[in-house]
């Protein structure tokens, strides 16, 4: 099946907007088994959207357009791809009702201009706006019209939060039903940390070799500091294809593995220390807050989050977590005996069951040639012993804290697995 | 100017990937005076790469890839494009020195594999890889060969710190020179926050019409938080017009105007901070270290950002802040009392010149009908005085967040303004 996206919308061409639909859209159908075959961004101009929806109709099964279905007169996809396939616009009542009880129920006024959202191209499928007042529109061209097959059109509007469950929960249907798959599709993403791409990719190739010789494919998708990999496969044995190589690789990299699918570190932390009722005490420096920015991020949070301390001077650090003044003096700020002594006052402190500390120099400035920007120090600290890791990540300044805060991460949820272990 | 963008990358249509090249780069040549009509994504297949290129000769004056340039077997770009052209790839001795010192100066072999980014197609001009071993390279067409006037193909290296520096640097003076703008250009931002966009436009749009109508465009950008109001002139008293904008709104809403251009508001407190020789101490509730995390973004936040105290729980609010319980138990975890005693707190323990506080309920759950979800207490004390602002955010979590953090670091700048009025 071939797809095309068409973002409409001049300020993505301006650069004032990041285009996430794309990456929304391409991940929702790759899912579903479909790959999206080319992707398009053009200006709100009639030409340009005419154009792009034209090429597109010569060859795509299935083209998605985004953007250009609001009442303002920049507003154009509805009224060129009506005209394009040569079906006349009428008023739907459907829609129209639903605008007047969408600005009802907020007790404003309808806006006259808000109305030209109810008109739709003849034969179009009505797809109601459950978060705001355009309407999405699917359209089926006759084979023939403009290639040999036909085409469907799925027309959303712009706002991420009326398109995403829109296309979730009316569109998705509607492909599953038009576009079945011709075989079974089955994808299942892993998430691991702790390797580069390349070593996990060494580690997994030759034990995989079987499966993927029998029609597995492997992804790998390296972000900062972790890497997904996906597996995908297709038709008769599809699931045990996959269910397979998810065994062989836990066996093989069973600590890098956080998570499945869409998981992210921070919430998998935030759920194990909830199913052990532990909590966790944070003091961060060169980090700067972002591990409890990231972990405050994952709802439930506050059940298990005790507090942080940003610690980004020295007087912080002896005032907030009873640091020696004497360690600071004589082993620096960035040194293992400082991470170990703020991981062990932050426990103090908070009388939390985990304390993460990290402290390092992130740069551009502050190096020196024992400790160079980019050499950071993680401890862990729990009431039985305190570890000590120390990494060298050399990145500009906001890589450089991402990266450092997944290994503290990375380091506590370890500790959280290696808890589980019973005593030997 | 026609101007086509190709990303390459098959993880962009599987959506594993933010395609965030797209905006940089139209945002840079838009900043320069030139619109980018199309962009398209394609995957790293040779038949698609090939067809977005082959398209785009056909039309486009200027036209720029990303990615492919790599030294693995699914980096195509450079082969093909050589292909296409009929240009003979031969090997650059400049390029490949620069990989070899590129792999000495890490003390590491050089691999193979990687000096076949040392072949560039002839005639094509070498952009040296700061951050990288794959260089750039820029081609031109003869006129005639695909369209009427000749084409400039510019490639790039798929990583964004490659690709970057090496666009700012060598890639923008070059178009400097071969696509001169035929009337000035002239282009503004001004960084606003605390207004909405439609309230925005409402005060400056009357004021502003006499340069609308002799030739001022003007654009608006809403982001979370904040409004970009872009300003672009063209030809003769471009920059009069410009400038007498920026004087007429700086006049309208001199407090809500935070920067230019690029400028972030995290950016401009430390500045103000260092200006003034002053500390600031953070007390961090429902944002959980955002505030500080944005702050420690900035290189030499160091000097100015004395520490944060992340007080997620209860206990930690009276730990750290040494709050009255009876405050908490009151008046609640969230209300101005307590918003009031967390900043006093975080700038009694620190001493710091300036403290800011938030506490609020970011949901998706525990709010009440006195005090729903999204309810927030922003506090700012200084060693005079403390003032507290109340908000109501009502987003998802994430976004709730980042509106607050905006808020209570916007609060703050004020304070650092009046700071500054000479007592009267």
Request: hydrophobic fraction near 40%.
């Amino acid at each position: 099946m071939n797809i095309e996206l068409i973002n409409t919308g001049s300020e993505l061409l301006l650069g004032r907007v990041l285009n996430t639909h794309a990456q929304w859209l391409c991940r929702q159908l790759a899912d579903l088994g479909h790959t999206v075959a080319r992707q398009v961004t053009v200006d709100d101009s009639g030409p340009a959207i005419e154009a792009a929806v034209h090429e597109a109709l010569g060859r795509a099964d299935l083209i998605i357009t985004t953007g250009g279905l609001g009442p303002t007169s920049d507003d154009r996809t509805r009224d060129l791809i009506a005209a394009l396939l040569g079906r006349p616009l009428r008023m739907d009542t459907a829609a129209l009702d639903h605008v007047v009880q969408f600005f009802a129920s907020r007790q404003r006024p309808v806006p006259e201009s808000t109305k030209v959202q109810s008109l739709v191209p003849e034969g179009a499928e009505v797809l109601m706006n459950a978060h705001g007042t355009a309407p999405g529109l699917i359209i089926e061209t006759a084979p023939g019209q403009f290639r040999a097959g036909k085409n469907c059109l799925v027309m959303l509007p712009g706002p991420p939060r009326e398109l995403r469950p829109m296309f979730t929960n009316q569109v998705v249907p509607v492909l599953e039903k038009r576009f079945p798959l011709e075989t079974a599709f089955v994808c299942r993403t892993l998430k691991t940390t702790g390797l580069g791409e390349s070593r996990l990719e060494e580690i997994i190739v030759g034990p995989l070799q079987h499966l993927t010789v029998a029609g597995l494919e492997l992804g790998y998708c390296a972000r900062t500091g972790e890497v997904d990999l996906r597996f995908v496969a297709r038709g008769g044995g599809a699931a045990e294809l996959v269910a397979g190589a998810e065994r062989i690789v836990r066996g093989l990299v069973p600590e890098n593995i956080y998570g499945v699918d869409d998981d992210q570190l921070e919430a998998v932390i935030v759920q194990l220390l909830a199913e052990k009722k532990q909590t966790l005490a944070l003091a961060e420096s060169c980090t700067g807050g972002q591990i409890a920015n990231r972990l405050t991020n994952v709802p439930g949070a506050s059940a298990v989050l005790w507090g942080g301390l940003v610690t980004y001077s020295n007087e912080a650090k002896v005032k907030l977590l009873g640091m020696p003044a004497a360690t600071l003096a004589q082993h620096g700020a960035v040194s293992e005996e400082t991470a170990r002594a703020m991981a062990e006052g932050a426990r103090k402190v908070s009388g939390a069951d985990h304390a993460l500390a990290v402290t390092g120099i992130a740069g551009p400035s502050g190096g020196s040639e024992a400790k160079p920007v980019g050499t950071v120090f993680i401890a862990r600290a729990t009431p039985d012993q305190t570890v000590v890791l120390r990494c060298y990540n050399r990145y500009d300044r906001e890589t450089f804290k991402h990266v450092t805060s997944q290994q503290a991460l990375e380091l506590l949820r370890r500790g959280l697995l290696d808890n589980e272990k019973p005593a030997s």
